[in-house]
């Protein structure tokens, strides 16, 4: 077989360049420690970890969002706490005032301290995070949800939307709540029904005096059927109004069933009477002959008989309703009046010891309403725990897996790499020898 001189010197150089292009390879893998250099060499290698880089990078931003979760629903939970503290002072504020020994001071102080209450609860409602977005504005987080109009009140600006954030596929956390769920939509009374006093019930009759008041008041009751309260008073939207009345032969109550409405109860009819004795409990049924599904506890007595200016006959009455969103703020605004009413005769004192206690009634709906909205909370936070550290497991598993894809073994390229230089240095010593051969030597 014949060699030509062009045959030997090309098949000399290309392997020669071969094992340099090898040399090359090996001493990038060596520095960079990655043994994907040219990805064209290892193609479905390279793949595998174009396509791990990209879940890692995706749990990536998932475990960003979970830690950004954590911190708002951290900042929202610690939000309302302060804001349950702050309704334990109001209720412990609102019982002190609830008795019979305070005077205009105490009441005019108190007045003060709850429109500071007040605003310290609006505040709480308009908090903020770090960015400046507003926790309870719902999805208009820009916007400050809660506005006190001029005459006191105050409106929910915001919407009820939630705010969500990506904790894994198909996976999301709400990492706020909307403030009209949170502060103004806890419900009167004692959850299932409130109870409301007349309006004309601590009115001065006309030649009469303050004396001439009554002193009744009634408490939130309870609930004996559970069903049959939300069948009669949720469902059907019935109303009751408890009346009772003082003539010359005595004291006796009436319970009348209707539809409650702008000029008082439209009554169909009464479902229970009988004699009335001060700090009783009155139970009313949905029917007359039924049994009571709730019951109602009244004190004091109506206004006294004064046959000098013609009063011959006196009654108070009472509406019982089925529960309704009641606004904390609209609570505490209610207790001020309270605070602001006049004090020593029996329908002042009367009257504030009403709203007092309808306003007792509703901050305890208002906690409830907080402690809830903190339960899940809590629970979303939990949830984002769980799974940023089952995303960070998941991240370690396929950072080993890609390690082990791309990472080299050291010693074994280190060898390579020395026999492939020992190879090449070979290849050009004997190339550089049989360049130099010629017959004319020998001639």
Do not use: H
């Not at 005077?103 to 007040?118: E, F, K, P």
């Not at 050291?410 to 020395?418: G, K, T």
Request: hydrophobic share 35%.
């Amino acid at each position: 077989m014949q060699i030509s001189t062009s045959q030997f010197f090309g098949s000399s150089l290309a392997g020669m360049l071969n094992q340099q292009n090898l040399l090359n390879s090996l001493s990038q893998q060596l520095s960079t420690g990655n043994t994907l250099v040219n990805p064209s060499n290892q193609p479905v290698a390279a793949e595998q970890n174009i396509q791990l880089t990209a879940q890692i990078s995706q749990l990536a931003n998932y475990t960003q969002n979970g830690q950004n979760a954590q911190n708002a629903l951290q900042l929202e939970s610690s939000t309302l706490q302060s804001a349950g503290t702050l309704i334990n002072q109001v209720q412990q504020l609102a019982q002190q005032m609830n008795n019979g020994t305070v005077n205009g001071s105490d009441l005019q102080n108190a007045a003060a301290t709850m429109q500071g209450y007040l605003q310290q609860m609006i505040q709480y409602g308009n908090a903020q995070d770090g960015q400046g977005n507003y926790l309870f504005a719902g999805s208009v987080n820009g916007t400050q949800p809660f506005l006190q109009q001029g005459d006191g009140s105050v409106v929910y600006v915001g919407d009820g939307s939630q705010n969500q954030l990506a904790l894994g596929p198909g996976l999301q956390t709400a990492i706020g709540d909307p403030g009209n769920a949170v502060f103004m939509s806890s419900l009167s009374g004692n959850g299932t029904f409130s109870v409301s006093a007349a309006s004309g019930n601590y009115a001065i009759p006309p030649s009469g005096s303050a004396t001439d008041v009554g002193s009744m008041t009634a408490g939130q009751g309870s609930v004996l059927d559970a069903a049959q309260a939300k069948q009669q008073l949720v469902a059907g939207g019935v109303s009751y109004e408890v009346t009772v009345s003082r003539s010359s032969s005595g004291m006796t109550y009436s319970v009348a069933s209707g539809y409650a409405g702008s000029a008082g109860l439209t009554s169909s009819g009464t479902v229970s009477s009988g004699v009335y004795t001060a700090g009783m409990s009155i139970g009313i049924p949905p029917a007359p002959g039924s049994a009571p599904f709730i019951t109602v506890p009244l004190n004091g007595e109506p206004a006294p008989l004064d046959p000098g200016i013609g009063v011959t006959s006196t009654q108070e009455s009472f509406t019982v309703s089925a529960s309704k969103p009641q606004s904390v703020f609209q609570t505490m605004q209610n207790l001020i009046k309270a605070f602001q009413l006049g004090t020593g005769s029996p329908g002042d004192n009367a009257q504030r010891a009403q709203a007092i206690s309808n306003g007792l009634a509703n901050l305890a709906q208002a906690q409830t309403t907080l402690l809830d909205v903190q339960s899940t909370v809590g629970a979303r936070i939990q949830q984002a725990q769980a799974v940023g550290s089952q995303n960070s497991t998941i991240t370690l598993q396929l950072q080993t897996q890609q390690s082990s894809l791309t990472n080299i073994n050291y010693p074994a390229v280190i060898s390579q790499y020395e026999q492939s230089l020992t190879a090449l240095q070979a290849s050009e010593s004997a190339f550089s020898q049989m360049q130099g051969l010629s017959l004319f030597k020998y001639l």
